[in-house]
């Protein structure tokens, strides 16, 4: 004969055990969107930039494969509907196909082609290059003169490309804050510039929200 309160105290555990992954699973769903939030929010860029970015993202990571295979590796970066390529192609036939392949995309305003005709870039590059971005960002973090959150740090190869919204003074200081890194072969700007008076303007705009 089944025991009714014990069964139905077995439930009870059950029941909150779901509940809490549930709690959990909501607490972190919130907690990303808030932190995704506050980095759209110091992005100096507009929204309706940063979601094109988003999808030139996409649509040029999507199509450039076929393009490319595997004789070549390629980076697409995006900000302000400006794209950047980066990496190795076989050739330069193929590194124009690239370009105009990006270059179609609804909403690039722009095409910045640094592919190098070689064949594509070691692990351990990639691994240097990815720690040398991830120091570049630090120390643009720890100099107080600039905000961090405005530019967009890519490396390849040693040469760290710069890009954002910065005015002339911030684009200097973080170029010279970045050939102050180890491993930073080349610095390259690749900057949109704003004024002091639209720096000051953007963050009255962002207090008041």
């Known amino acids: 004969m089944t025991n009714k309160p014990i069964v139905r105290l077995a439930a009870s555990f059950a029941l909150c055990a779901v509940a809490a992954t549930s709690l959990q699973g909501c607490v972190g769903l919130v907690v990303g969107t808030a932190v995704a939030g506050a980095m759209a929010a110091t992005d100096r ?108 740090v890519v490396t390849e190869r040693g040469i760290v490309y710069l890009m954002g919204l910065v005015t002339q003074r911030e684009g200097e200081i973080a170029a010279e804050v970045t050939r102050g890194v180890g491993g930073v072969h080349k610095v390259v700007k690749i900057l949109d510039y704003i004024t002091e008076d639209q720096l000051k303007s953007m963050s009255l705009t962002r207090q008041d929200q």
């Open 45 to 152: 860029r507009t929204l309706g930039a940063q979601t094109e970015d988003k999808a030139i993202l996409v649509k040029g990571e999507t199509r450039i494969p076929a393009i490319v295979g595997d004789a070549g590796h390629v980076n697409v970066t995006s900000f302000n509907r400006k794209v950047l390529l980066t990496g190795e192609v076989k050739d330069q036939a193929m590194k124009q196909a690239v370009e105009r392949e990006v270059a179609s995309i609804e909403g690039v305003t722009g095409v910045i082609n640094e592919l190098e005709i070689a064949g594509p870039s070691s692990l351990t590059s990639r691994s240097n290059d990815a720690l040398v971005t991830t120091k570049v960002k630090a120390s643009l973090v720890e100099n107080k003169q600039v905000s961090a959150h405005a530019f967009k």
